[in-house]
């Protein structure tokens, strides 16, 4: 089966300006999450989507980020404006159901810099 | 709150050596555990999954158990080869606020020929 894809892998951006990252999730897979993993440190979940509502989207900061999952596909996360502490690689999970018998599939990643 | 610990947090050992990695977590009321593979600049690579009414799980030279009591799981690699050199999370699933996935920091493995 395909993987969760993730676009684009790599971004340079400076402070104060916004950037959005993509995911498409497997197929079938009905919950979708997105991390944040900053150098060294495990990833943090920012978002978690069944279908496309909102599951948990306590740790995000929504001052700044927003995500949406139109029509339980694909999904975007967005930052606007983003700041220097942003920087990290925002990861992309994907999970057949939001149950505990579910492991995760994870995309390859977007590593952000923000100058 | 659950907290996940992942110690070593950096670990060199020579090629054939074999390795068991430690994760521990303070809540033992977990529904799985999973441990992952994370290369450099990539995502991360699921290596194997824990019920929670499991004891453990195998897969090639890998062997993963669980202790819910004890709050612990150890990751054994056998026969370590430098193809294993990268960076091990175990990741906690439970019930904190609906059901949550806490990540460790990781352990950073290098294995040496």
């Known amino acids: 089966e395909a993987g969760v894809a993730q676009s684009p892998r790599y971004k340079i951006i400076e402070k104060r300006q916004s950037v959005a990252f993509w995911c498409n999730p497997i197929s079938g897979h009905a919950t979708l999450y997105w991390y944040q993993q900053i150098l060294g440190q495990g990833p943090k979940l920012l978002i978690q989507f069944q279908n496309n509502g909102v599951v948990d989207d306590s740790q995000l900061p929504k001052d700044r980020f927003s995500a949406e999952r139109l029509k339980g596909v694909d999904s975007t996360l967005k930052i606007q404006p983003a700041k220097l502490e942003d920087s990290a690689v925002y990861l992309c999970?994907?999970?057949?159901?939001?149950?505990?018998?579910?492991?995760?599939?994870f995309g390859s990643g977007t590593r952000l810099t923000v100058v | 709150k659950q907290e996940v610990t992942q110690i070593p947090a950096a670990l060199s050992v020579p090629e054939g050596e074999n390795l068991v990695l430690n994760c521990s977590f303070t809540?033992?009321?977990?529904?799985?555990l999973q441990w992952f593979r994370q290369d450099p600049g990539k995502g991360l690579t699921s290596l194997l999954l824990i019920q929670s009414s499991q004891r453990e799980q195998t897969s090639g030279r890998l062997n993963a158990s669980l202790d819910k009591s004890s709050g612990r799981s150890t990751l054994y690699i056998a026969a370590s080869q430098p193809g294993d050199s990268a960076t091990y999370l175990c990741?906690?699933?439970?019930?904190?606020?609906?059901?949550?996935?806490?990540f460790g920091a990781g352990t950073r493995l290098f294995v040496k020929a």
């Open positions: 999970a994907s999970s057949l159901e939001a149950a505990a018998n579910y492991g995760y599939t």
């Open positions: 990741a906690v699933g439970g019930n904190t606020g609906g059901f949550k996935t806490i």
């Open positions: 809540d033992s009321a977990i529904y799985n």
